[in-house]
Every structure is written in C-alpha cells, then in structure tokens.
C-alpha cells in the first residue's frame, strides 16, 4: 500500500503504523472525516506532519450581504430595462421611420431590452427561490428525489413533474415555475412596435398666388380699354380709356370654366399642399325681377317673337336672356347676341325670364314664366385650396360689397381701370348665358301642313348651365312633344349627363356658381395674379412608428410586480431566518455527511428522506429512519 503524499508535507513517508479507523485522530493531529464507507486497509491514508502545520476545515461562511443585494440589484435592474424599453418605444410612437439599418437597430434595441429584462428578472427569483429552498428544506423533511427536483428545477423543466413538490412545497414551485414563465415576454414585447401609413405637415411661409383685378394698375391686362386718342403705344399713359370689352384671354378663360363647371387647374406649390388667400373680386348675383323689370322683359320678349323669318314663327319661348342697354331717354334694348370688342352702350346687369314648373304635386304640365336679374358686384373672397396627390380642392366664401356700374368714361376722366376690369369680366360671363331657347313653327312651301322643332340660339348650349332644372320645360318638350316633367329615366342619356353635370340645380345658383368659378379660374393664368406671402401646409407621404401599448405594458408589469412579490417574500425570509447557504457545489457538498453520501450513491435510496440542520450558519443534512452502516462497529 502507498501512501498519499500532501503537497504541503513535503516528500512522502511509507506508512507504518496500523491502519486507523476514519474519525480516529492521526498521529500528527489530522482529524479524518468520521463516517466512512469501510475501515479496511484500502482506505487511503494521509501522510503525517508536523504537529500545528496543517489547517483545520472551517465551516463554509455566507456572505450575510449577497443574497438580497443581488435579489434587489437584479430586480431593479430588470424594473429599469423594463422601464426603459417601454419608454424608448413610447418614444418611438409618431416619429418617421427612417433607413432600414435604423428600423433594424430599433428592433435589436427591443429585443436586447426584453433579453435583459427577462435574464435579470429572472435572477432576482431564483435568488428568492434559493432562500426559500433552503428554509423550505429546513422546515420539514424530504425525499431524495424531491430535492433532486427542488435543486434542479432551476435547470430542468422536467423537474415541474414531481407531485410530491407541488405538494409540500407549493410556494417555492410557484416561484420557479414563474421564473421559468420569464423566458416568455421576450417573445412578444420585441414585435409591439409596428409601423403605419402616416403623412407629415411642414408649415413653411411660401409666396403664393392671389388674383389682382382688384388693383387699377392691372385693369388693362382684364379690358381691351385704348386712350381716347388711340391704341398706339406712346398713349399708354393717357388717362382716359374707352372700354371695348374684355381681353381675348379673359374670353378664353371664361368659355373653359363654363364648358367644364367647375374651377380651372391652380398652381399648386406641391403636389400636397394647401393654403388660405383672401382677395377682392367680381361676383354675380341673381335675384327675382321687380315689376318694371318685369314689364320691360316682357315686351321685349314679344317683340323679339312677333318678328319672324321666312315661314318660321315662334310660337313659344322657354328662355329668353339678354344684357340691356339703356337709351338716353330711359329706353331699354336688348343685347341677346355675343358681343365683340367695340365701344357701345351697355350694363353690368343681365335680365332674364324663362318658363319653370309649378311646385304643384304630381306631373302637373303647368309652369308659368320666371323673371330673374342678374348684377354685378365687388366682392371680398376667402379661399382655401388644396392639393391632393394631384386633385385640387377649393373652397370659400365671398361677401357682397357693393355693385359695379358700368364704365362711362368722358374725355378729360381718369379711368378707373378696376372698374374696366370688373365690366370685362362681366361681359365675358354674359356671353355665356345670353341668348334664348324657343319652339318654331315653320310651314311648309306650297303646302298647309307645317312642322315644329326646338331652337337653342344660346351659348348655354356649350356649357354646364344646360343641365338646369329651369331648361326642363324646353327640353321635356323637346324629348316628346307635349309631354311634360319627363322622369329621370326615360331622359336620353345626354340629358341625364347634362343634369348630373349642372346637379338639377336652378339657373339663379348655377350663375352665380359659375362666377365664382370664372373668379378663381382667373388665377389659373399668372398674369392675372399678384404673390404674397401666406403659410403654405405641405405634407407627404411617410412611415411612422406605432406600438401596441397594452402588448408592451402588460407583460413587463406581470414580470415585474410578481417578481417585486418574490423579492419581498425573500426579504421577509432573510430577516425571519436569516441568510440560508446558496445551491453552488460547495455549498450542498458541505452540508452532506457520510451517512448521506451513502445514500446518495445508493440507486434505491431515492424514496429516502432527509432534513436539515442549521447550527452555527451551517447547513447539515440529516438522514431520516435506519442509520446507514460505515463498517465502523459505531
């Protein structure tokens, strides 16, 4: 037999003496483990050495500190990342999403957040479950294969299947089973933060467009008005105009709005814009003719159909509309015909009569004649346009002021070309709607039979004005004759385009429509508009963060309070018990015997149980029932 040599004793001395029983002082003073498996000569033996040279074991010491500053330091850790990830995606929510690697790195940022969260959540409960393990298995007895379970859980989930711990050892499963559970809101938190379609607005002080008819100095570029003395260039600056009639664009202009009814094309300053302009301008409106009005329309409405052409004979007017001229002696003509740029009489004002239904119920064929008078007025307008991905939107209010005469200018006045400008503008809008809708008669040559049709002698027959709801009369007789409030349905498809184009609305709203529509369409040429500085809203299209708030609160406030709950029960365990030993290999291989080495190796001793004592700061593991033989005869 060899002995055992100790790097502290030097070289090593055959051994001699008997062998001696473990537990039995050795010669040099060593005390040997007492409760060894056998006592034969096989059991190796330490070499003597001096006496006093060799330590004695001390018992293992637990720093009274560790346990609940590292119970307190995890959960506060985890509370704060906790905290932190919820606050930097609160952040996050409405900002524009920017480059790729930035969506990545917001992502990892969420993801190592709810790693972090869960890896020291999850600490701080198995420092609380190590305590309560330890005072668990100091208060009452267990097998050996619950504490293989009760040590083990913390790395395997298997260990969840012991019955006898769910048992007898309800709250410290509760404990590891929750830590377990920790592992699980890393998988959702992460993928709270979303991203959704959104636009962004810049407000930005822009120069934009607001229409200058208004402004005297401008007149000229609205009215074709030359000096008195001519239109050479060296009279430019003669002071007396005579006005002519509008400019050809202003004509131009006028035609494309009434043709399309509704405003031109603006400039935008983006595609997604939107701005608020005020301005003054012309506008029409329409009301109900007086008596003398009335009369007057009348009998020039008579005469106009008392003249006839041929064998035609107008037997029947459903719209007769005109400009009047007054004479010097208060005598009125009527102006029915497109004008062209020449020097006459006129006015601002536009009279009309046409035939509409009766409100009576039913299809009552009875309709009765409508005066109406149209007159110019200035105007103050309040716009608001927008542009949406090309589409334009414009929409506003005008306050009436006051009316616009019609310019008379004698030699030796100063012109006011503002008011040039509003009579051009005038004149281009009545050369829209002037012009009547009749019903002849013509008879047929060496023949008494004769034949009726309808005649649109109007510019309205161009424009979107066609559509009214006061044309229907004309155009039911025209459909069918002597039919009468003809349904929608059985309208030749044209008609019904022409209603839905006007909306069936009166002749007085679409008017007074299209003028302003021929106002703002204005600003559709530049030359027609001065710049001045408004805020301009832009947007566009972007990304932007979103985060589902109770997906990203919920979880971290379970993990959280539940572990706060944990770490005051492990608290409360420390100041009731005091500091229990940890569970690393030192700690449990100090706390085990002879007696429960032997039982530990034993295959069949798991059903075994076993209990701690606590002496000292000290954990012993005891073995329960029969002691087990050492070979020792003790």
Known sequence: MQAVTSPADGPSQPCTGPARRLGEASPGGVLLPSNSVSNTVDTPTIARSPRGSRKRWKPREYHKWESPLLMGLFFVIG???????CGFYASLEGTIVGSPAEQENNLRVGTAAAFLSQITLGASVWQTYKQWSWRSVKRGPF???????????ETSVLSFLNLDMLKNFKVGYVMALFAWTLILPPFFTPGTLFVYSSTNKVVDNQQVPYLNIANSTKGHLYAFSPSEKGDRFNYKNVLTRVFNGPRTVLTLLSTATASKGEILPLRAPS???AYTVGFFGPAVQCAPANASVRSIISDLLARKMA????????????????????????????????????????????????????????????????FQVCSLWNATYELSLGWENGFQNVTGTREMLHRVAYPVDKSGDVSNMAQHAYS?????????????FGWFQETMPNSSETRSFGEIDCSIQHNSLLGSSDLAVFFDYNEDKGACQISYENLSPQRQQDIDLAKNRTLGELIEDLSFNMTVSLMHNDLFTNQTDRGVTVWEDVNRYGYNQLGLWIPYALACSLTLVTVIIGVATLMRHGVMPDTKFQDILSAADMHVITIARD??????????????????????????????GT
Not at 143 to 153: E, H, K, P, R, Y
Not at 352 to 362: A, D, L
Request: proline share 6%; aromatic share 12%; hydrophobic share 35%.
């Open 307 to 370: 003249e006839t052409a041929g064998d035609l004979t107008e037997i029947q007017n459903a719209y007769y509309a005109f400009v009047p001229s007054f004479g010097p002696q208060g005598n009125v003509t009527a102006i029915s015909d497109i004008r062209y740029q020449t020097p006459s009489p006129s006015s601002n004002e536009a009279w009309m009569v046409f035939e509409r239904y009766s409100n009576s119920p039913g299809e009552s064929c009875q309709h009765d004649k409508y």
């Open 143 to 153: 097998t050996m294969a619950t504490l293989n379970d009760i040590f083990g859980v």
């Open 79 to 85: 509370l704060g990342v906790s905290m932190a990830h």
């Open 603 to 632: 295959p069949d001793a798991k059903g075994r149980s076993l209990t701690v004592d606590f002496e000292g700061g000290t954990a012993t593991f005891r073995p329960l029932g029969p002691s087990v033989d050492d070979g020792s």
């Open 424 to 436: 051009a503008f005038f004149w281009a809008l009545a050369d829209q709607i002037i012009g009547s």
């Open 271 to 273: 595609n997604h814009s």
